[in-house]
């Protein structure tokens, strides 16, 4: 198998099993330690994942490795990789700093907490804290993986950590270690994982960090790609990381937990129709290297329609049978969770399998386009929100989040064929139009078996497995082509 294909068998187990964790092992933590102690642990992961921000830098590397690599200049690498890592280790200092300061004002800032509960979050948070510090400046191993291509290598490594989490994990839960563990696990496995992955390109790659060089040309080429995708990432911010705070000021916590729960099943949605398309930025940066438009456009095609298979039949399975599984997962109360999510997935349907024209842009260098079109998504967002939030709640919230989306999508359709020069109607033709045919059919067949009534796991299950049979059945009849058929029974008998 190549690279791609391996790398996305084991994105797409390591998915599986972040699911199975989501839905299984969770509530058996939060129940073995408390909601208490899982709040603080809650409340200083976000803390810490909104400070250590990498401003881009972590794209900008995979993009240049990619570049380079494209016109055969390992030289080049080596100079880029000296100059990023001792930009991460300016930045970490920085960081640093923002982290004491936080810390100092902690009391301030969470008055809510009792003085035991300040104390527990204090070491946790000093916990998290000095991991955070010590793994920063390795965040470009990703990106240096994926440009030389070793996705198996890097896919083994973050499943690695998943495991070695879950098993260490659960015998500290079983013995009766409490929050402080939990934390301590979660930094061993990254310390350990980072040691791979150094190793990996040790001994995979020709790479030799070239730590002395300097180049302010090459400096400011990088921060001109980095500010835009900085610009990039704090708008996707602006989305589901605000959310909470902005129906927070006009709802109740109830109205939050139900977007919580919402937010948790489109992000599961979107990691599994999305989990390949980080791998194909290499042989886009090659395309674009050769300027080969045409061949851009048909990779958008190839991977556009497998992320379609994937997304398409999440987005049927819980449209028919979402009320049933949020009953049988959050319980009753949280009726509301259905429309919101269906209002977050039906966007993200028609993006996601257009990603590959993501990929383009990065590695045409033409994020600055890009960021215009994410702040656009951003401004509508909060214009709406706010109203929408005050008058109608959590669904007035999610209205306003699926015409941010919806404003996104369109925006980046009209780039990619005025500017990037792919040909979108011919993209949709080959995609959604001749895949119509597959989901209807499954759509119609799914229906008629959820109108009989089995309120369990067992029936939703049974049911599930049922529908996945006839998707496939019908997805190989008269969806799949027959280059399609090859790679997904190659992909099923391992050839």
Same mark, same amino acid.
């Given at each position: 198998?190549?690279?791609?294909?391996?790398?996305?068998?084991?994105?797409?187990?390591? !998915?599986?099993?972040?699911?199975?964790?989501?839905?299984?092992?969770?509530?058996?933590?939060?129940?073995?330690?408390?909601?208490?102690?899982?709040?603080?642990?809650?409340?200083?992961?976000?803390?810490?994942?909104?400070?250590?921000?990498?401003?881009?830098?972590?794209?900008?590397?995979?993009?240049?490795?990619?570049?380079?690599?494209?016109?055969?200049?390992?030289?080049?690498?080596?100079?880029?990789?000296? @100059?990023?890592?001792?930009?991460?280790?300016?930045?970490?200092?920085?960081?640093?700093?923002?982290?004491?300061?936080?810390?100092?004002?902690?009391?301030?800032?969470?008055?809510?907490?009792?003085?035991?509960?300040?104390?527990?979050?204090?070491?946790?948070?000093?916990?998290?804290?000095?991991?955070?510090?010590?793994?920063?400046?390795?965040?470009?191993?990703?990106?240096?993986?994926?440009?030389?291509?070793?996705?198996?290598?890097?896919?083994?490594?973050?499943?690695?950590?998943?495991?070695?989490?879950?098993?260490?994990?659960?015998?500290?839960?079983?013995?009766?270690?409490? !929050?402080?563990?939990?934390?301590?696990?979660?930094?061993?496995?990254?310390?350990?994982?980072?040691?791979?992955?150094?190793?990996?390109?040790?001994?995979?790659?020709?790479?030799?960090?070239?730590?002395?060089?300097?180049?302010?040309?090459?400096?400011?080429?990088?921060?001109?790609?980095?500010?835009?995708?900085?610009?990039?990432?704090?708008?996707?911010?602006?989305?589901? *990381?605000?959310?909470?705070?902005?129906?927070?000021?006009?709802?109740?916590?109830?109205?939050?937990?139900?977007?919580?729960?919402?937010?948790?099943?489109?992000?599961?949605?979107?990691?599994?129709?999305?989990?390949?398309?980080?791998?194909?930025?290499?042989?886009?940066?090659?395309?674009?290297?050769?300027?080969?438009?045409?061949?851009?456009?048909?990779?958008?095609?190839?991977?556009?329609?497998?992320?379609?298979?994937?997304?398409?039949?999440?987005?049927?399975?819980?449209?028919?049978?979402?009320?049933?599984?949020?009953?049988?997962?959050?319980?009753?109360?949280?009726?509301?969770?259905?429309?919101?999510?269906?209002?977050?997935?039906?966007?993200?349907?028609?993006?996601?399998?257009?990603?590959?024209?993501?990929?383009?842009?990065?590695?045409? *260098?033409?994020?600055?386009?890009?960021?215009?079109?994410?702040?656009?998504?951003?401004?509508?967002?909060?214009?709406?929100?706010?109203?929408?939030?005050?008058?109608?709640?959590?669904?007035?919230?999610?209205?306003?989040?699926?015409?941010?989306?919806?404003?996104?999508?369109?925006? @980046?359709?009209?780039?990619?064929?005025?500017?990037?020069?792919? *040909?979108?109607?011919?993209?949709?033709?080959?995609?959604?139009?001749? @895949?119509?045919?597959?989901?209807?059919?499954?759509?119609?067949?799914?229906?008629?078996?959820? !109108?009989?009534?089995?309120?369990?796991?067992?029936?939703?299950?049974?049911?599930?497995?049922?529908?996945?049979?006839?998707?496939?059945?019908?997805?190989?009849?008269?969806?799949? *082509?027959?280059?399609?058929?090859?790679?997904?029974?190659?992909?099923?008998?391992?050839?």
């Amino acid at each position: 198998m190549s690279q791609i294909k391996q790398g996305a068998i084991l994105s797409y187990f390591n !998915l599986g099993l972040n699911v199975l964790i989501g839905l299984v092992y969770t509530p058996w933590m939060i129940s073995s330690i408390g909601k208490a102690d899982y709040g603080l642990y809650t409340l200083a992961m976000s803390i810490i994942g909104l400070l250590a921000f990498d401003f881009g830098l972590g794209n900008a590397t995979t993009k240049f490795i990619c570049e380079y690599l494209a016109h055969d200049r390992q030289d080049k690498v080596n100079a880029l990789l000296g @100059l990023v890592f001792k930009l991460y280790l300016a930045l970490d200092a920085l960081i640093f700093l923002v982290f004491m300061g936080v810390y100092i004002f902690l009391p301030d800032i969470y008055e809510g907490l009792t003085v035991s509960e300040m104390g527990a979050f204090k070491v946790v948070f000093i916990i998290a804290a000095c991991y955070c510090i010590l793994s920063f400046p390795f965040i470009p191993l990703n990106g240096i993986l994926t440009g030389y291509e070793k996705f198996v290598q890097l896919k083994s490594c973050d499943l690695f950590q998943r495991i070695f989490i879950v098993i260490t994990m659960a015998i500290c839960l079983i013995y009766g270690y409490g !929050l402080y563990a939990l934390v301590i696990v979660n930094s061993a496995a990254g310390i350990i994982t980072i040691a791979l992955k150094l190793l990996v390109i040790k001994s995979k790659t020709p790479l030799k960090v070239n730590i002395r060089f300097w180049d302010n040309a090459e400096l400011k080429r990088i921060f001109g790609f980095v500010i835009w995708v900085t610009v990039i990432a704090l708008s996707q911010r602006m989305i589901f *990381n605000i959310a909470p705070s902005i129906l927070g000021i006009f709802a109740d916590s109830a109205q939050i937990a139900v977007l919580g729960v919402a937010i948790t099943i489109e992000g599961y949605t979107y990691l599994f129709a999305n989990a390949i398309s980080g791998m194909f930025l290499p042989r886009v940066s090659k395309m674009v290297a050769g300027k080969d438009v045409s061949a851009v456009q048909k990779l958008m095609v190839r991977v556009g329609r497998l992320q379609l298979f994937i997304c398409g039949f999440i987005f049927i399975w819980f449209a028919v049978f979402g009320r049933e599984f949020i009953n049988l997962w959050v319980g009753p109360g949280y009726s509301a969770v259905y429309l919101c999510t269906l209002l977050f997935l039906i966007p993200i349907v028609i993006q996601l399998p257009q990603e590959i024209g993501i990929t383009y842009i990065i590695a045409a *260098n033409k994020v600055r386009t890009q960021s215009y079109i994410y702040i656009g998504m951003a401004a509508i967002n909060l214009v709406l929100a706010i109203p929408l939030s005050k008058f109608y709640g959590v669904t007035g919230l999610a209205v306003a989040i699926f015409t941010a989306f919806s404003y996104r999508t369109i925006a @980046l359709d009209l780039m990619f064929h005025k500017r990037m020069g792919l *040909n979108m109607i011919v993209f949709f033709r080959d995609t959604f139009g001749r @895949l119509l045919l597959p989901f209807a059919l499954t759509t119609i067949i799914m229906i008629l078996s959820n !109108l009989i009534p089995v309120e369990s796991w067992f029936g939703l299950i049974l049911k599930s497995i049922v529908a996945t049979v006839i998707f496939s059945i019908v997805l190989m009849t008269f969806g799949a *082509n027959k280059e399609e058929k090859t790679l997904i029974k190659s992909i099923i008998f391992r050839r």
